[in-house]
């Protein structure tokens, strides 16, 4: 099965926001930012740019006709500034203009007058002067006290991974219309339909029901449109509710990098312990997250992190705590593994920590950790179905470990100014939402009297083919031919209360909301057709478009069959509803079963570092990864790669940046790099692991979308592995993005 979105895509005829086609009379906005991080007694003065031709209106705080908050877990933050400033890139006002072009010149006449405050821009900071978001929490296994005082070796040190931007191809944006009796419709760029329905309503004062949001899909989202395509869509919706006519409101790229919040950095310090025989005995995080000026999601992130702070092993002490850290950044939010890849880089450099000071290679300790069925996770839940040494047995069948660890030591002992370095990098991540009550989702599926079929879920499609995957499952349970099947968008009149397009559920979730529904029409479907042809309705079924009888086609086709339902007054809508079963959790202990099951896999990474010029190649990663079942081994394939990319990015290359005033100097693509065809693994191998895949799943195909993100992990330690074959004096600084700088540095440092 293809992507149904290939050919659109190619001929550009796929709509994304800024294609769809606007009514009569449509105005264009643009947002004021603060150039200041941190700011009291803020004025702003509209006069002269009003006045400036072509501008329709400058809409502050004031003009806000419900709440100015769009705060999700809390309520912290306002839409519009009103009289503070806690980060560059904080929405002051919105201009409505005839066009874009006026509305950005009109942008620059408003004078803005403020006193200046203290800026923080980094977590310790903020943790040092007692700065938070909300309370800390913390998920405890054992007793870890009681644990480093018997182990062999215990080791500390301190990490740092940083912020990665989103680089949606598609920037934010929202285009809204005026409807009838006060009602506003929203075509948004974002993952979480209902989320932007909510927030609008609350911003313009009315009910949810006023507001209709409909998306048709995204030019990517990564989680940065989990929450944060939200206030884009309120400005544009107010503006309409104000000025009664269609807006327009799309950040361009400079806008958008500024006024948007990333992934979190994270500054963590560990402490492990091992036995003799390597098994990690404790393990004990403080893990600080820069949420940045506002809660945004960044809680529910910081409870990922936890989640995830022991990857793939087990560990029978553990204690790990972590601080949201408020300081004066762009709020930080979703992005692809939500705090998950962060947690995990902790403890792989505990790992690779260890490894350095017993001089032995990390994928020894890594080996001797790995998960074994009912091994229970520090937050309670019992490992069921492990596969973790599955993987990492059939990476190791697939490619030897110590014949790759040979072949780099010669090439090391031949070879000057080029050296290699390999990591293996194991992954397990969690699937379902951690907040419970936000696992479930609905479809709704109309079968059209000419035996065509519409479906409406609540998934957004976003690039990672989710409709492709709901086209399927319809295609199959009803077993008729896909061209039958129309997806439409996601729209909130037609599936109201949508969880966000998130946490890698989206296609289990409503996949299976969408099986419940196909199967309630074939058994009326059936039914009619056993009265037809006068015969049980258990010894009838459809089969590739046509009735069969004991196994016997007959000559009753989809297409009559339906058509005879619906003269017989059948109902031919279905819409349906699945919550994940099992799944629990109780904050107060911090334990339960918050997932419906885990992804596990395993890669090796291999790595060349041109020892003169401090850059360095990724030569092949060889991976292993559970897919489950996959019901489409293209688009699964596509993700795993995708995802590969991105995770390298994170951990080699992509370097947000922020100066001590809080100004983002990555603000380009000029300044910020993400890997491109060039620096993308030369070779990429992706075998599946051999497995029954699990029933929580859609047809058994596991969540695909954030885990292999976190195979990225392995490149810094391959990079690493590759400057130690340099400099014996080298100590791994467990500090990302391994730049070249960074690498240069690590090359020629010396002992102290
Ligand atoms: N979003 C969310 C997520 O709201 N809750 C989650 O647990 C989650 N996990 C991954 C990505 N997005
Ligand atoms: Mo997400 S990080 O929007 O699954």
Redesign the pocket.
């Known amino acids: 099965m293809k992507n149904i979105d290939a050919n659109g895509h190619v001929r550009g005829e796929s709509l994304f926001i800024d294609d769809i086609l606007t009514k009569q009379h449509c105005l264009h906005a643009a947002v004021l930012a603060a150039d200041v991080a941190h700011a009291k007694d803020v004025v702003i003065d509209v006069q002269q740019a009003e006045k400036f031709p072509g501008v329709e209106k400058i809409l502050l705080a004031k003009d806000i006709t419900g709440e100015n908050q769009v705060g999700g877990i809390l309520l912290d933050e306002p839409l519009l500034c009103e009289g503070e400033i806690h980060f560059q890139g904080m929405p002051l006002a919105v201009i409505v203009a005839e066009s874009d072009f006026i509305a950005k010149r009109a942008r620059e006449l408003i004078e803005v007058s403020y006193t200046e405050l203290p800026v923080i821009t980094t977590a310790k900071e903020a943790f040092e002067k007692g700065q938070f978001i909300n309370d800390a929490r913390s998920f405890n296994l054992g007793d870890v006290d009681e644990a480093f005082d018997d182990c062999q070796y215990v080791f500390e040190d301190k990490t740092f991974s940083n912020g990665q931007e989103h680089l949606y191809l598609e920037t934010q944006g929202a285009y809204a219309e005026k409807q009838e009796n006060g009602c506003i419709k929203l075509m948004s760029s974002t993952q979480g339909p209902t989320v932007v329905q909510r927030i609008a309503a609350r911003i313009l004062g009315v009910a949810m029901h006023k507001i209709e949001v409909d998306v048709t899909r995204l030019g990517g989202g990564f989680?940065g449109k989990?929450d944060q395509a939200t206030p884009w869509a309120c400005m544009a919706a107010l503006a309409t509710h104000v000025l009664n006519k269609p807006v327009k409101l799309i950040l361009d790229r400079h806008d958008d990098l500024k006024m948007t919040g990333k992934r979190h950095p994270y500054e963590s310090t560990f402490k492990i312990g091992l036995d003799e025989n390597y098994k990690i005995k404790a393990f004990e995080v403080r893990f600080l997250q820069n949420s940045g000026a506002a809660a945004d999601?960044s809680p529910?992130i910081a409870e990922?992190t936890l989640f995830h702070a022991t990857n793939s092993y087990f560990i029978p002490n553990v204690k790990t705590t972590v601080h949201s850290c408020k300081t004066n950044l762009p709020p930080n939010t979703?992005f692809r593994?939500?705090g998950g890849p962060q947690g995990m880089v902790v403890i792989e450099s505990a790992i690779a920590k260890a490894a350095e000071q017993l001089g032995i290679p990390a994928y020894k300790i890594q080996q001797a950790n790995l998960l074994s069925e009912n091994d229970v996770f520090s937050y309670g839940q019992v490992a069921e179905k492990v596969e973790a040494k599955k993987v990492w047995q059939q990476l190791s069948d697939k490619i030897n470990i110590n014949v790759v660890e040979q072949s780099i030591e010669e090439f090391n002992q031949n070879n000057q100014q080029f050296k290699k370095g390999m990591a293996v990098m194991p992954i397990c991540f969690g699937i379902s939402?951690?907040?419970t009550p936000?696992n479930h989702a609905r479809a709704l599926v109309h079968i059209y009297q000419d035996g065509s079929v519409g479906i409406s879920t609540g998934a957004v499609e976003m690039g990672q083919s989710v409709n492709t995957k709901m086209l399927q499952v319809a295609a199959q349970t009803f077993s008729i031919n896909p061209d039958l099947i129309k997806l439409e968008t996601t729209n909130t009149t037609r599936v109201a209360n949508t969880s966000?397009s998130?946490?890698?559920s989206t296609a289990d979730l409503n996949g299976k909301a969408l099986i419940k529904a196909c199967n309630a029409l074939l058994e009326r479907l059936k039914h009619v057709a056993a009265d037809e042809l006068s015969v049980g309705v258990d010894t009838l079924e459809i089969k590739n478009g046509w009735v069969e009888v004991n196994g016997e086609k007959t000559e009753l086709d989809w297409k009559n069959l339906v058509f005879k339902t619906f003269w017989k007054r059948i109902c031919l809508t279905e819409n349906a509803h699945y919550a994940t079963p099992i799944i629990k959790f109780d904050k107060s202990k911090e334990k339960g079963h918050p997932f419906a099951y885990h992804v596990y896999g395993a890669a090796l990474i291999q790595t060349t570092v041109d020892c003169l010029r401090g850059t360095y190649e990724i030569d092949c990663v060889d991976i292993v990864h559970d897919f489950g079942k996959s019901m489409n081994k293209g688009v699964d394939l596509g993700q795993v790669e995708g995802a590969l990319a991105q995770g390298i990015g994170w951990m080699t290359m992509e370097e947000v940046a922020y100066n001590e005033q809080g100004r983002l100097l990555s603000n380009t693509l000029s300044t910020y790099k993400i890997p491109d065809i060039f620096s993308i693994a030369k070779d990429i191998t992706v075998e599946a692991l051999k497995t029954e895949g699990h029933d929580m799943a859609i047809f058994k195909s596991k969540a695909v979308g954030?885990p292999p993100l976190m195979y990225g992990i392995g490149a810094y330690f391959a990079i690493a592995n590759a400057i130690k074959a340099f400099n014996k004096d080298y100590q791994i600084k467990f500090h990302s993005p391994m730049t070249p700088e960074k690498v240069m540095m690590g090359l020629y440092e010396k002992s102290i």
Do not use: D, H, K, V
């Open positions: 989680g989990e999601l529910a990922r979703a593994g939500f939402f951690t907040n936000m966000p998130a946490a890698s954030e």
